[in-house]
């Protein structure tokens, strides 16, 4: 494990916008509006009392597992029956599944890749990231109303066998044993077309229930901003004859220091260039390694960035957290991992543009982070 290490470089004075500023993220060519307000120190947020309950009843506590479907995964360390207590991390399916596989169908994913869609016309349509309207293999009835069943898998990791809300609370190694088992069932779905981890914490970040976990969406179809992702870094990797897009990124973010909140051997935090959020992180791998879910770094650091959080933003924090890795075929690909505390709602303008509004420079946010951690 990498020891964490001080930046000792005296950090730039971060930018003092005086004027709101675009900026265009370097992954997925998204544009941002970084508009300081007045608003923009960490008391300045009230992200709403957060008080979790004692887990009275929690289907996701030891002891409980015969509230949830039978688990699809769990770490005993010392063995122990399935759906029995005695583990460290458990998956189950999720209840409310946004996508799953039918009852009866296929479990073979090239017959899945087959299935017809609803409106007639080639899977490929929704196998690619591009719009099903301008794609459809009907060029003369392009599909108005496409779509086809949502096929896939839902799956809930519980990372704790104790009702624990955030998993700032967790030691090293718990968290460490979470990490495990999210990797271990991306592997697991290694055959879907992209497979999203996802965490969400804090009644504010979409968790509907209290005790920590994380979920898993093994999709047959590439979403559109990672698409984008991998688009971009294969053309910069083709037009620099090998070089990976976000390790070039790191690697001049290493060398500013105004947006880097802290490096160890194995990867580095910063607050990125066209953040979306306040206090927005990214937690990159120094070395380009393509998917997560096949390196075993990063958990370290990701426990101090979610205490630093913590810290600043109230016990327990509220916020979410998400894995790039690289979809299905893709060899270059540099994974990272992204973590904002849920400070405020989305409004309007950020639906009707998907263009966000971050009144909080990431420099700013980098210097109070770099503090904290
Ligand atoms: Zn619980």
Same mark, same amino acid.
């Given at each position: 494990?990498?020891?964490?290490?001080?930046?000792?470089?005296?950090?730039?004075?971060?930018?003092?916008?005086? #004027? &709101?500023?675009?900026?265009?993220?370097?992954?997925?060519?998204?544009?941002?509006?970084?508009?300081?307000?007045?608003?923009?120190?960490?008391?300045?947020?009230?992200?709403?009392?957060? /008080?979790?309950?004692?887990?009275? +009843?929690?289907?996701?506590?030891? +002891?409980?597992?015969?509230?949830?479907?039978?688990?699809?995964?769990?770490?005993?360390?010392?063995?122990? $029956?399935? @759906?029995?207590? +005695?583990?460290? #991390?458990?998956?189950?399916?999720?209840?409310?599944?946004?996508?799953?596989?039918?009852?009866?169908?296929?479990?073979?994913?090239?017959?899945?890749?087959?299935?017809?869609?609803?409106?007639?016309?080639?899977?490929?349509?929704?196998?690619?990231?591009?719009?099903?309207?301008?794609?459809?293999?009907?060029?003369?009835?392009?599909?108005?109303?496409?779509?086809?069943?949502?096929?896939?898998?839902?799956?809930?990791?519980?990372?704790?066998? $104790?009702?624990?809300?955030?998993?700032?609370?967790?030691?090293?190694?718990?968290?460490?044993?979470?990490?495990?088992?999210?990797?271990?069932?991306?592997?697991?779905?290694?055959?879907?077309?992209?497979?999203?981890?996802?965490?969400?914490?804090?009644?504010?970040?979409?968790?509907?229930?209290?005790?920590?976990?994380?979920?898993?969406?093994?999709?047959?179809?590439?979403?559109?901003?990672?698409?984008?992702?991998?688009?971009?870094?294969?053309?910069?990797?083709?037009?620099?004859?090998?070089? #990976?897009?976000?390790?070039?990124?790191? /690697?001049?973010?290493?060398?500013?220091?105004?947006?880097?909140?802290?490096?160890?051997?194995?990867?580095?935090?910063?607050?990125?260039?066209?953040?979306?959020? &306040?206090?927005?992180? /990214?937690?990159?791998?120094?070395?380009?390694?393509?998917? !997560?879910?096949?390196?075993?770094?990063?958990?370290?650091?990701?426990?101090?960035?979610?205490?630093?959080?913590?810290?600043?933003?109230?016990?327990?924090?509220?916020?979410?957290?998400?894995?790039?890795?690289?979809?299905?075929?893709?060899?270059?690909?540099?994974?990272?991992?992204?973590?904002?505390?849920?400070?405020?709602?989305?409004?309007? !303008?950020?639906?009707?543009?998907?263009?966000?509004? @971050?009144?909080?420079?990431?420099? #700013?946010?980098?210097?109070?982070?770099?503090?904290?951690?």
């Amino acid at each position: 494990m990498g020891r964490p290490r001080k930046i000792l470089r005296p950090a730039p004075e971060p930018a003092d916008l005086s #004027s &709101p500023e675009v900026r265009i993220d370097q992954l997925t060519g998204g544009r941002v509006l970084v508009a300081p307000g007045r608003a923009g120190r960490p008391d300045d947020f009230t992200a709403g009392d957060w /008080r979790p309950s004692t887990g009275e +009843g929690c289907p996701f506590c030891e +002891g409980n597992e015969s509230a949830t479907p039978p688990e699809t995964e769990a770490e005993r360390p010392d063995s122990g $029956e399935a @759906n029995g207590p +005695g583990w460290v #991390s458990r998956t189950v399916p999720n209840l409310y599944p946004a996508v799953s596989r039918p009852e009866g169908e296929a479990d073979d994913p090239e017959a899945v890749r087959k299935l017809p869609d609803r409106a007639g016309a080639e899977s490929s349509a929704f196998s690619s990231p591009a719009d099903p309207l301008l794609a459809s293999g009907r060029g003369s009835e392009p599909d108005m109303f496409a779509s086809r069943p949502a096929v896939g898998a839902h799956e809930v990791i519980i990372n704790s066998p $104790e009702h624990v809300a955030s998993i700032a609370d967790l030691d090293d190694a718990a968290l460490a044993a979470a990490a495990r088992a999210w990797r271990s069932r991306m592997r697991a779905h290694q055959d879907s077309a992209y497979v999203q981890l996802i965490l969400n914490q804090g009644p504010a970040s979409g968790a509907s229930l209290e005790h920590s976990h994380a979920q898993l969406g093994a999709m047959e179809f590439v979403p559109p901003a990672v698409a984008r992702e991998r688009e971009r870094v294969g053309a910069y990797r083709e037009r620099t004859a090998g070089a #990976s897009l976000l390790g070039e990124i790191l /690697r001049e973010e290493i060398r500013r220091g105004d947006r880097l909140v802290a490096i160890d051997d194995e990867v580095a935090l910063v607050c990125p260039w066209a953040s979306r959020h &306040p206090y927005e992180m /990214r937690l990159i791998p120094r070395r380009p390694i393509a998917r !997560f879910e096949e390196d075993e770094g990063g958990v370290e650091m990701l426990g101090r960035a979610v205490r630093a959080l913590t810290g600043l933003f109230g016990d327990p924090c509220q916020l979410n957290l998400w894995v790039r890795t690289a979809p299905r075929g893709v060899e270059h690909f540099h994974w990272h991992l992204d973590l904002i505390p849920r400070l405020e709602p989305a409004s309007a !303008f950020e639906m009707a543009t998907g263009v966000d509004i @971050n009144i909080v420079t990431p420099e #700013s946010a980098a210097e109070t982070l770099r503090d904290a951690l």
